[in-house]
T-cell receptor
């Protein structure tokens, strides 16, 4: 099993550009999450999904959108990138509710200039 | 929503010494998880505590869940350079997600 994979690893965007961060898991997990981590800070939840077709907002959803058309994939869309979105983005998955451990992908380091 | 507070934010340890990091909540927690993130890496699950007063050990790491289930601690004995990283506690705020603490970043002086 590859676990949770994320692409790209690094990306530089100009202000106002858009992009999609890809996340795929091969563990048949129902729950998937997107976090951002700013330097020296903890993890802030952007969006999460409890199954295909079901998504909900986390703590910091503004400027982002998600979709979950399959169990495996949970892409994160950034529209009109802003410098405040410069961060490291982690995708995670878990088998079920938060009583189960989360498995994290390697992260995408995004810079908006 | 529920938040978990971690202290200290930074811990500078001499190799071979012990240290403890703490995680506190104002509300009762159903469970608490601990994760470790190496520099430049991603968080990796270490352990979950569920029962009041629960103590679990992983080699030199000892995890405790408070009797009131409002706090938890991670104690590392005989710190090694491999212990470098950031340790996060995380707890579910009652629905479908985890709330992560800000983390304790550990550096080790050889």
């Amino acid at each position: 099993n590859a676990g949770v994979t994320q692409t790209p690893k690094f990306r530089i965007l100009k202000i106002g550009q858009s992009m999609t961060l890809q996340c795929t898991q091969d563990m048949n997990h129902n729950y998937m999450y997107w976090y951002r981590q700013d330097p020296g800070m903890g993890l802030k939840l952007i969006y999460y999904s409890v199954g295909a077709g079901i998504t909900d907002k986390g703590e910091v959803p503004n400027g982002y959108n998600v979709s979950r058309s399959t169990t495996e994939d949970f892409p994160l869309r950034l529209e009109l990138a802003a410098p405040s979105q410069t961060s490291v983005y982690f995708c995670a998955s878990s088998y079920s509710d938060p009583s189960y451990e989360q498995y994290f992908g390697p992260g995408t380091r995004l810079t908006v200039t | 929503g529920q938040q978990v507070m971690q202290i200290p934010q930074y811990q500078h340890v001499q190799e071979g010494e012990d240290f403890t990091t703490y995680c506190n909540s104002s509300t009762t927690l159903s469970n608490i998880q601990w994760y470790k993130q190496r520099p430049g890496g991603h968080p990796v699950f270490l352990i979950q505590l569920v029962k009041s007063g629960e103590v679990k050990k992983q080699k030199r790491l000892t995890f405790q869940f408070g009797e009131a289930k409002k706090n938890s601690s991670l104690h590392i004995t005989a710190t090694q350079t491999t212990d470098v990283g950031t340790y996060f506690c995380a707890a579910p705020p009652g629905d479908y997600k985890l709330s992560f603490g800000a983390g304790t970043t550990v550096t080790v002086r050889a």
